[in-house]
């Protein structure tokens, strides 16, 4: 049967506990709402001052139900930003084999395919360089949206700029699997040590892990793991940069250029939302993105996961929770 409680379990999602324990901090009462003691997500929270606010996931004001609609959406987000001048990579969306061929066919840097909307980047892939492999990639989109993005691949790492009312809160790389060379030891033997780091032992990043995924990886920057990696060069085994997959974070908040910072901030003014999460690929987050080719927008999220700026891999945890408790005490 339903019911609520006011602590939490490991059951309870870790974005969700980190808001409950910033809550706690502030003398707020948070309930959870549970079906058969399952967690929903749903939660109702009484300030100080006796206000009693319910919401989902996370504690945020109501806006625009159309911006809300687009915001996650990929090729209608893609479209509005080309139209201000915030950076974006060039390409189009495709509903035939056809359309997303002749997208391909003009794009001439290295092309990613990922589905309209949804999906997080399970159905994404990198690095396509020939007809065959667009293909193969616009199949693997298009199971779980008719539409697909074909754009070319930014140059750069990830990164996760969160904006919470208006100002720039945290920005975090987000790294794939890797191993730097010391000119001595083979790239297996890198591994090893990777994995001995105490944070890969759980519960929030893994080990780094040798599977098919990750020889494809190495095999395109054309290496095995028994080669003597040279001294500061850096091999990836993954194209995603999720924890599951053996993926760090670094916290840059920072080392972020004033002009990428107005970029951030202005993309949340355009949104109207009052919390996202803007994935943005570029090199160098300490230079403008002016002076950089190939970096922009990949992706924003009205609902973001920030629990990774809380609990980074290296670098300084950055309280995203207590800036969203901050909106809530305001209003």
Partial sequence: ???????????????????WHEARKRGITVWEFRLFNLPRNIFLAELPNGKRITYEGIPIPPHSVFQESWLDNKAILKNQFRRIGIPIAKGGTAMTRKKALNIFNELKTLVIVKPHSGS???????????????LRAFAIATEVSPVAVIEEELVGS?????VVDGKLVATLRR??????????????????????????????????????DARKELD???????DVLQKGKRVTFHQKVNWSVGGTTADVSDEVHPDNKK????VA???????VGIDFIIEDMS???KEQERCGVIECNSMPFFDNHHLPFEGEPRNVAGAIWDIVEKK
């Fill in 158 to 162: 990830v990164y996760r700029a969160t």
């Fill in 269 to 275: 003014e355009v949104l109207k939302a009052p919390i």
């Fill in 120 to 134: 997080g980047s399970r159905h994404t892939t990198l690095h396509i360089m020939n007809e065959q492999e667009l």
């Fill in 220 to 226: 395109w920057q054309k290496h095995t793991l028994t």
């Fill in 287 to 289: 230079r403008s993105w």
């Fill in 1 to 19: 049967m339903a019911n609520r409680q006011d602590e939490i379990d490991d059951s309870t999602s870790l974005l969700a506990q980190m808001l």
């Fill in 263 to 266: 970029l951030f901030e202005r």
């Fill in 175 to 212: 790294d794939p699997p890797s191993v730097v060379g010391d000119g001595e030891k083979t790239i297996s033997e890198l591994v090893d040590d990777a994995n001995k780091h105490p944070a890969r032992s759980g519960p929030y990043f893994s080990k780094i892990k040798i599977d098919s």
